[in-house]
């Protein structure tokens, strides 16, 4: 199991180092990671963690939105590192050209897979090429705009690249909800100009040339035609890129906002989600567990509903070479734990068989016990049950499997979105 990670923007720190090549040690000179914005109001936020190796000594800095706090520690001859951040120590392990360490911040899990600091060549390399993909992204937008039929998994490949990429929708999902109420409410000016901002910034964003086909259907036909073609081509493309049942067949994403048309249109309902998960073949992965809802006939003509439990995957190697064309690299995974992001509410559905059993003078609104019965599914091909003690909005538990007893540890807020850990044994 793996843990879900976190994502941040590149800074660099100051200071000299000495090249590899004359390096102390193998592990000498300088080294950068993004961390990406947890979940929960105490880890939301993006950070960079830059620092420098020198004669195995480690000094740095993790740069918060709010704040910086200090890295020092030491790496070994075998690439062991001990470090902490601040007060709260971490541990890691340093290869050649990568490392993998962990921490916790006294609030969640910290986890970061980096690499060496491109040197003044490499970042020249990188911003050219960048600037390439930049002109070929902005080329397709002006002949989509146009009318003209274009490659639209490129458009994706490319939009990576561009100033505003904006991955996980902080930048336009206000938006467009503003936008979708806005059409609903008969207010297609409204609509139209808060759609012409959300495409400036993400010009692959299917439900906002949907709405602007729709507030256009009276007024301009043949603009209305142009948009919707766009939606219908970025859909087309988007679902043709994979059937997300495994790594080799996962959807090829470019923001979150892609991966949540495919699961609406999927009808999955997300349970959990692991994110970036370095696939075996070395590909980074979004793992989404998930309810899928099946309406069909029974033997006696009865409308029947089913659930089941299902995993999609989501390529996000795009999120990788967005973030490698700003000078930076980032991913994250860690062999024994697996953070898994939850909500909870009144009533779950039935396939989980979730029970709430309330307990007296608590504080939270989901204090109690909780149990689930958890199907077997894919390679675990076993069922298993979690059994949950909430109290004080503070998650402790354990899931039984055939073979093994884990731990579960972890927090729920007040809106009923929980963070917790599942420890294995060993």
């Keep these: 199991m793996r843990t879900v990670a976190v994502m941040i923007a590149a800074a660099l720190v ?29 880890c939301n936020y993006t950070s960079t963690l830059t620092f420098i190796v020198a004669d195995g000594a480690l000094q740095g800095q993790n740069q918060n939105p709010g704040n910086k706090r200090p890295v020092q520690g030491h790496v070994d001859t075998d690439g062991t590192v001990n470090f902490t951040v601040g007060t709260s120590p971490g541990t890691g392990k340093f290869t050649t050209d990568h490392f993998d ?21 490499q970042q020249a390399a990188l911003a050219g090429e960048r600037k390439e993909h930049q002109a070929a992204y902005a080329d397709l937008v002006r002949r989509a705009q146009a009318g003209e039929t274009i490659d639209t998994a490129r458009l994706r490949a490319e939009y990576v690249y561009d100033e505003n990429w904006d991955f996980y ?3 336009v999902n206000g938006r467009l909800t503003e936008a979708d109420a806005a059409a609903k409410g008969g207010d297609c000016a409204g609509a139209l100009e808060k759609t012409d901002e959300i495409l400036k910034t993400d010009f692959t964003n299917i439900r906002a040339h949907e709405i602007r086909s729709d507030c256009l259907a009276d007024s301009d036909r043949a603009r209305a035609r142009i948009e919707s073609g766009i939606a219908h081509a970025l859909d087309d493309s988007l679902m043709a890129s994979g059937d997300g049942d495994g790594e080799k067949t996962a959807y ?40 899928s ?31 490698e064309s700003r000078g930076g690299d980032r991913g994250r995974h860690h062999p024994m734990i697996s953070r898994v992001n939850m909500r909870f509410s009144a009533s779950l559905l ?14 939270g609104p989901f204090d109690g016990k ?19 003690v909430v109290a004080d909005s503070q998650i402790m538990g354990k899931i039984r499997n055939p073979a093994n007893v884990v ?17 294995r044994p060993g």
């Design 14 to 42: 100051t200071g000299t180092a000495a090249s590899p090549a004359a390096a102390a040690t193998p592990f000498d000179g300088k080294w950068i990671a993004d961390i990406s914005a947890g979940n929960g109001p105490t």
């Design 101 to 121: 360490i962990t921490w916790f911040n006294g609030h969640c899990d910290r986890h970061a897979l980096g690499n060496r600091m491109p040197d003044a060549g």
């Design 407 to 423: 731990s579960v540890s972890g927090k729920v807020d007040d809106t009923g979105n929980a963070i917790f850990v599942v420890t």
């Design 169 to 171: 929708g902080n930048k």
């Design 293 to 323: 809802i099946h309406s069909g006939f029974g033997a006696y003509g009865e409308t029947v509903t089913r659930a089941s439990v299902k995993t999609v995957y989501f390529n996000v190697d795009s999120f990788v070479k967005g973030r």
């Design 350 to 363: 039935p396939a989980l068989s979730l029970l709430a059993m309330p307990m007296p003078a608590l504080a």
């Design 252 to 291: 090829v994403v470019s923001t979150m906002n892609d991966e949540l048309h495919v699961l609406a249109g999927r009808k999955i309902q997300v349970k959990a989600r692991q994110t970036e998960v370095r696939g075996s073949d070395g590909h980074y992965y979004d793992e989404i567990q998930g309810i």
């Design 370 to 388: 909780w149990f689930a019965d958890i199907p077997a599914q894919n390679r675990c091909n076993a069922v298993s049950s979690m059994e949950l």
